[in-house]
T-cell receptor, first 112, second 113 residues
């Protein structure tokens, strides 16, 4: 079974802090994704990576950056956390563009 | 613009009955894939069913089936013999050839015992 893990289930940070969210997948998938999920808005893509060191902006990249130094790990970075970044963050991976995505359990981030 | 619309924010159904969740989409692409995902409360998102646009036959997975109407750009999910474990948020997603993924806003499904 594919396993996607995220570093924290719950996280509370202060405004202005630098925040790292980490995601690891164990199936050698090429594609990895970061979404944020807000009620009534569904999933919005922040960034995706189609290979190591390769990244593409999604729909809402502002205020975020990503890093993918190894195939199995995809990190989301909030350079200076703000209260409007309080949300559920979901990581996903997939084998290729026509295949399903496998999701991690999510990180609920609260910025105070 | 590519869009996915789930017009029902919430649906409820009696246990053991059948329910249909609607999804419409808009794209000018001819090659795409459609997915239904399920997110149970406080649990991980998982795939329910997948449909390739080039296939005319509707996908089926046990009690879950889709009604794929390509011309109408409609992709509804039918759940037969609803069970308590089916209670979840259901998301419809459109995947295009250029890594683009577009998600609907979700439908919350409530199962009444």
């Amino acid at each position: 079974d594919v396993k996607v893990t995220q570093s924290s289930r719950y996280l509370v940070k202060r405004t202005g802090e630098k925040v790292f969210l980490e995601c690891v997948q164990d199936m050698d998938h090429e594609n990895m994704f970061w979404y944020r999920q807000d009620p009534g808005l569904g999933l919005r893509l922040i960034y995706f990576s189609y290979d190591v060191k390769m990244k593409e902006k999604g729909d809402i990249p502002e205020g975020y950056s990503v890093s993918r130094e190894k195939k199995e790990r995809f990190s989301l970075i909030l350079e200076s956390a703000s209260t409007n970044q309080t949300s559920m963050y979901l990581c996903a991976s997939r084998e290729g563009q026509h295949y399903e995505q496998y999701f991690g359990p999510g990180t609920r981030l609260t910025v105070t | 613009a590519q869009t996915v619309t789930q017009s029902q924010p919430e649906m409820s159904v009696q246990e053991a009955e059948t329910v249909t969740l609607s999804c419409t989409y808009d794209t000018s692409e001819s090659d795409y894939y459609l997915f239904w995902y399920k997110q149970p409360p406080s649990r991980q998102m998982i795939l329910v069913i997948r449909q390739e646009a080039y296939k005319q036959q509707n996908a089926t997975e046990n009690r879950f089936s889709v009604n794929f109407q390509k011309a109408a750009k409609s992709f509804s999910l039918k759940i037969s013999d609803s069970q308590l474990g089916d209670a979840a948020m259901y998301f419809c997603a459109l995947v295009l050839g250029n890594y683009q993924l577009i998600w609907g806003a979700g439908t919350k499904l409530i199962i009444k015992p």
